[in-house]
């Protein structure tokens, strides 16, 4: 019980912000699905140490806790190449992902927003090409096109049908 509260007391835990009304859930729908499930199986393996030093301190049974399992299919869905690792350590294992979940949080967030990026450079480039394309529509020619190169066709209902 004693060690339970030295590392409740040195986690920092006493100091941590209480939740408050921004919920992670509400950003959810702005990032790329596979951020969110390295974001979520990272905030369970989070919750499970907090709920395992809380259980230290207060001196209660560690089999009071629930296994492993919910928090390595979680790490399964985000790092599906770990699933081997996670089989052998089920107790240990999603704790040695922390670096990769946060890494690839990191990466798929960038990821997206390069992509948003790209598609915006896209419409600028789109608006541009209309704009000058613009300036060649018949009867609006640029006075800066040379005589011998003007092209005037002659009206519609004069064409031969």
Same mark, same amino acid.
């Given at each position: 019980?004693?060690?339970?509260?030295?590392?409740?007391?040195t986690?920092?835990?006493?100091?941590?912000?209480?939740?408050?009304?921004?919920?992670?859930?509400?950003?959810?729908?702005?990032?790329?699905?596979?951020?969110?499930?390295?974001?979520?199986?990272?905030?369970?393996?989070?919750?499970d140490?907090?709920?395992?030093? %809380? !259980?230290? &301190?207060?001196?209660?049974?560690?089999?009071?806790l &629930?296994?492993?399992?919910?928090?390595?299919?979680?790490?399964?869905i985000?790092?599906?190449?770990?699933?081997?690792?996670?089989?052998?350590y089920?107790?240990? %294992?999603?704790?040695?992902?922390?670096?990769?979940?946060? %890494?690839?949080?990191? !990466?798929?967030?960038?990821?997206?927003?390069?992509a948003?990026?790209t598609?915006?450079?896209?419409?600028?480039?789109?608006?541009?090409?209309?704009a000058?394309?613009?300036?060649?529509?018949? %009867? &609006?020619?640029?006075?800066?096109?040379?005589?011998?190169?003007?092209?005037?066709?002659?009206?519609?209902?004069?064409?031969?049908?």
């Amino acid at each position: 019980m004693q060690l339970g509260e030295v590392l409740w007391k040195t986690s920092g835990l006493d100091s941590m912000p209480q939740a408050g009304e921004s919920s992670p859930e509400l950003d959810r729908i702005f990032l790329p699905p596979q951020a969110w499930a390295c974001f979520d199986a990272l905030r369970h393996i989070g919750i499970d140490a907090i709920a395992f030093l %809380g !259980t230290m &301190k207060s001196g209660a049974p560690l089999s009071l806790l &629930k296994d492993s399992s919910e928090i390595n299919e979680k790490v399964k869905i985000a790092l599906p190449h770990q699933a081997q690792f996670l089989d052998k350590y089920p107790e240990t %294992g999603a704790f040695y992902c922390i670096g990769e979940l946060e %890494g690839r949080i990191f !990466t798929e967030i960038t990821r997206f927003l390069n992509a948003n990026d790209t598609h915006l450079r896209a419409v600028d480039d789109a608006s541009r090409i209309l704009a000058h394309a613009r300036q060649y529509e018949p %009867g &609006k020619l640029p006075e800066g096109i040379p005589d011998k190169l003007r092209v005037d066709p002659p009206p519609l209902d004069e064409l031969p049908s």
